[in-house]
């Protein structure tokens, strides 16, 4: 179930709010790992320490990490004040968060009291590489918007793992990130996608709302094996808030595996079985050919009727994209290999932004 291994830090990579990478040293070999203060303390060179090697050694997709479970040395760590909601529950690593809801928190009345949306577009997402451009050209086009991110517990759990949050607020891309479920490390916390949502209209007062989950979605291979069908159950919560729900469709023609080709069959699944609600989605406008094929997934699919969809051209997300001192990536292709699937990224922000402005 899980790889354990005794290493002895060497030296700090880098830092970042509530993440640190480390040099370590394994059986007499070099590599490199991350450490979580607040789930584990102080980690310092010298130290000896256990790693968690598991994704490593399966090779998968954690970007070469192991991670620090503990310092040996013996370092006793005291509760800070405040919270009492817990995530990561029933595992060693439990941690105690300041939820929005509970009565200790200073907005516990703004959330016995908040029941609506009041019509904020949401945009929900399924990738975590749809954020960067989502908030890129919302900003473009109107730098006064207040967007806000929840981050969903559908893959990576601490927030702090995110470089792309870390880089949007730092450049005022994004003013704030959610963390809900048992994800955590947020500006906020909050118990699940419903309260967290209303916490972001009402406690961040947001223009217009982007969830999605963080870095590391799960694929199977299989219809049903994929931690992005969440987007369908997240949808029908925007619309039980009153929210406006949008969409984001995952479009590629650049993936080989057929199952993502044009609209990808995780969108699909979503629309067709999942959500429940006349969401709104939106299509970047393509080449013909291209469109033809779109289309005629979304005829055979039966959605045609069931949603709200509509072709948006903002081919100037891929300019911004390319002008981005952060540079934005999706299943390890860049923006000129996955051309089709930014600008449906670009589409979708451009869609939400008429929402808002309607109001």
Request: proline share 4%; glycine share 10%.
């Amino acid at each position: 179930m899980i790889a354990i291994k005794r290493g002895k830090i060497l030296k700090e990579l880098f830092a970042r709010p509530g993440i640190k990478g480390y040099l370590i040293s394994i059986d007499g070999e070099e590599a490199r790992s991350i450490v979580y203060p607040e789930l584990v303390g102080e980690i310092l060179p010298g130290d000896e320490v256990l790693v968690n090697t598991t994704a490593v050694e399966l090779q998968l997709g954690s970007g070469g990490y192991h991670y620090v479970i503990a310092s040996l040395q013996g370092r006793n760590r005291e509760l800070t004040p405040g919270g009492h909601i817990m995530k990561l529950r029933y595992t060693p690593m439990q941690l105690k968060v300041l939820s929005v809801e509970e009565e200790a928190s200073p907005f516990h009345q703004v959330m016995q009291e908040a029941d609506s949306l009041e019509n904020t577009p949401v945009l929900v997402s399924s990738l975590h590489s749809m954020l960067l451009p989502l908030c890129l050209q919302l900003k473009e086009k109107d730098k006064e918007l207040r967007l806000a991110y929840i981050m969903t517990d559908g893959a990576a759990l601490p927030l702090a793992f995110s470089q792309v949050v870390d880089y949007l607020k730092r450049e005022g891309l994004l003013q704030a990130a959610l963390s809900v479920g048992h994800a955590f490390g947020g500006d906020l916390e909050a118990v699940n996608i419903y309260s967290g949502l209303l916490a972001a209209r009402h406690i961040l007062q947001a223009d217009i709302i982007i969830v999605g989950m963080g870095p590391g979605i799960v694929g199977t291979g299989t219809k049903w094996g994929f931690t992005g069908i969440e987007q369908g159950e997240i949808l029908n919560a925007v619309e039980a808030l009153e929210g406006r729900p949008v969409a984001v469709p995952r479009i590629s023609f650049a993936d080989k595996r057929k199952r993502h080709q044009g609209i990808s069959h995780h969108t699909l699944t979503v629309l067709s079985r999942v959500c429940r609600v006349k969401a709104l989605v939106p299509l970047p406008l393509l080449e013909e050919e291209k469109m033809d094929f779109l289309w005629t997934q979304i005829r055979e699919a039966g959605l045609l009727d069931k949603y709200h969809f509509i072709v948006e051209n903002e081919p100037g997300i891929l300019d911004l994209l390319n002008n981005s001192s952060f540079k934005a990536s999706t299943m390890g292709r860049g923006v000129e290999e996955e051309k089709e699937f930014f600008l449906a990224l670009g589409a979708a922000a451009q869609a939400a932004l008429r929402l808002y402005q309607q109001d």
